[in-house]
């Protein structure tokens, strides 16, 4: 069970963030060439395409939830990328000496009035793109834009805060090793075997912050289901934080420097398989970001937690009991980074059907499912609270129309930013992840 008030300390230290924030003296010229300068060196040739074939028919509206819960036509997806576009057409397109006779540069005003758009506006779902008849990653341009932003000391100052604490301290919202060891200890005082910085081990399970602060019973949950497996799995404490804020923020170099220490940790201990937590963005910043330092891919499998589950259950090493109440009635809620970023689509639904309960789809549902609204950090930003609850109220609406009294995720950002929006609501559905009803099944 989640515990309310450790849950509302939670939302109080997010509006706290920018207090501890340390802004880059910077002058606005700097700012200004930092920006255009990562733009420019991030264009490469499948950007420079994604950014000429946009035809601007407004497709990608239809696919937005934030344009579609506000009907804003400021928060066209093809609109985000504006700026990026005009860079490239000045400086390094085809025509770039013609462009400059007519075109205007771009200013720091509207690098300031871009990061509503490509911050709080944009949860990088890629539900545009997939809806897009030229194929345009608009994903992929937003990131850019954030990581021009960032390189130009402007970014959203609670991702720069938490961003510059992982880089700084290795902790995220004061997380770190000493309170892994303080969760661990009093998930053990419970029965639950936990293995912490084994030498040696074929899978390493991380975890992350809200875990350790609020879901406890998801980290609880997954060991349970690795005990039962009978695999030889550890926690790393110098390695065990799945958030990348890096990724987030627009660092590329904090990115990197993140992921690193997952690496390190699963290379020292000869682990085969790392298994990420439920966190959406982990996936894609460990699974297809990651590289060792020689630019090879990593020599480990890194899947995902319902990814992993769905797996053994399909293979029939992981069997489940029968429900106590096979008539309760449940959806799955697909986390955009796991089923549209990277197909973890069947592994989580073969473990809720495993459950022997009422499973409904909603509509549309797996890669073209909505997004939960508070993905890519926009939960964290204090500012982006009303914008990201009109969002909500898509999914909200979508899910209530499958008639399902549960809706289970495996995301805990996207729980995060459910359970906000039910608190808000009175939303009476309740809110499950994937690992904990599974192992609530596991055979005694």
Excluded at 120 to 132: L, P, Q, Y
Excluded at 187 to 202: F, H, K, N, S, V
Excluded at 283 to 295: C, D, K, Q, S
Excluded at 341 to 346: E, I, L, Q, S
Aim: contains cysteine; hydrophobic residues 40%; negative net charge.
């Amino acid at each position: 069970m989640i515990n309310k008030d450790v849950f509302h300390g939670f939302l109080q230290a997010i509006h706290h963030l920018p207090e501890m924030a340390q802004p880059d003296a910077l002058t606005d010229a700097e700012r200004l060439g930092r920006a255009k300068a990562v733009m420019l060196a991030k264009t490469d040739r499948g950007l420079a395409l994604d950014l000429e074939a946009c035809v601007n028919c407004g497709y990608c509206s239809e696919a937005c939830h934030f344009y579609q819960s506000t009907q804003d036509p400021k928060y066209s997806p093809s609109r985000k990328l504006d700026l990026l576009r005009r860079v490239h057409a000045r400086e390094s397109s085809a025509f770039a000496p013609l462009k400059r006779l007519f075109l205007p540069d771009i200013t720091l005003e509207q690098l300031k009035e871009w990061q509503e758009l490509v911050y709080d506006a944009c949860t990088e779902c890629g539900r545009c793109s997939m809806i897009c008849p030229m194929g345009v990653n608009t994903a992929r341009g937003v990131n850019v834009m954030r990581e021009a932003l960032f390189e130009a000391g402007l970014a959203p100052l609670e991702l720069t805060a938490v961003a510059q604490e992982q880089a700084g301290r290795g902790t995220v919202f004061g997380v770190g090793p000493d309170e892994l060891r303080q969760t661990v200890d009093l998930l053990r005082a419970q029965g639950i075997t936990i293995p912490l910085d084994e030498p040696q081990a074929d899978l390493m399970l991380v975890s992350t912050v809200i875990d350790v602060l609020l879901f406890q019973d998801a980290l609880a949950a997954t060991a349970r289901i690795l005990n039962h497996l009978g695999v030889r799995w550890t926690l790393r404490s110098a390695g065990f934080e799945a958030a990348n804020f890096g990724l987030l923020s627009g660092s590329e170099s904090l990115q990197k420097a993140a992921s690193q220490r997952l690496i390190d940790e699963a290379l020292a201990i000869g682990a085969k398989t790392v298994i990420l937590p439920e966190c959406g963005h982990a996936y894609p910043a460990l699974r297809w970001e990651a590289r060792l330092a020689n630019g090879q891919p990593l020599p480990f499998e890194v899947l995902a937690a319902s990814e992993f589950v769905g797996r053994e259950i399909t293979a029939g090493r992981l069997q489940l009991q029968p429900p106590q109440d096979p008539s309760r009635k449940i959806t799955y809620h697909d986390a955009c980074k796991l089923a549209r970023h990277g197909g973890v689509v069947d592994e989580p639904r073969a473990a809720l059907k495993a459950l022997g309960m009422d499973l409904r789809e909603t509509t549309p549902t797996a890669e073209q499912n909505w997004c939960c609204g508070g993905g890519a950090g926009v939960f964290l930003i204090n500012r982006a609270e009303g914008l990201r609850h009109q969002a909500w109220g898509i999914k909200r609406e979508q899910i209530d129309a499958t008639g399902a009294d549960t809706v289970v995720v495996s995301c805990g950002s996207c729980r995060l930013n459910v359970m906000a929006g039910a608190e808000a609501d009175a939303w009476p559905t309740t809110i499950e992840s994937v690992v904990e009803m599974v192992a609530r099944q596991l055979p005694e």
